[in-house]
């Protein structure tokens, strides 16, 4: 990664998203679906809220890219986020800028 990749919080998840349960994909694919996604990285949190959508393919074998847009390809795991990377708060940036594990829960409302 260069410092140009400034959309990107975390690299080498240890999961993807085959390994999401059948259910939670399911329901990620609803319109009117609302994923909290929680990042948190030496006890530093923050939380995006983004939207499911009916077309959410949810294929791609390692990537996972939530979006402010409505914008949606095989990497796209939510839509209309309320923030982009660069919107996190400054303290988890600056936790994130670290290189320490992250943590990222997700989790449907």
Not at 45 to 69: C, F, M, N, Q, Y
């Amino acid at each position: 990664m260069t410092p140009q990749g400034d959309c990107i919080i975390a690299v080498s998840a240890d999961k993807a998203m085959e390994d999401f349960p059948v259910d939670f994909r399911r329901r990620l694919r609803d319109d009117n679906a609302v994923l909290e996604v929680q990042v948190e990285c030496n006890g530093v949190v923050d939380k995006i809220t983004a939207r499911g959508a009916a077309g959410l393919l949810l294929e791609h074998p390692t990537d996972l890219v939530v979006r402010k847009s409505d914008y949606i390809d095989g990497r796209t795991l939510a839509v209309k986020a309320d923030k982009a990377a660069a919107d996190l708060s400054k303290m988890l940036v600056s936790e994130l800028k670290k290189d320490q594990p992250v943590k990222v829960t997700l989790k449907l409302k």
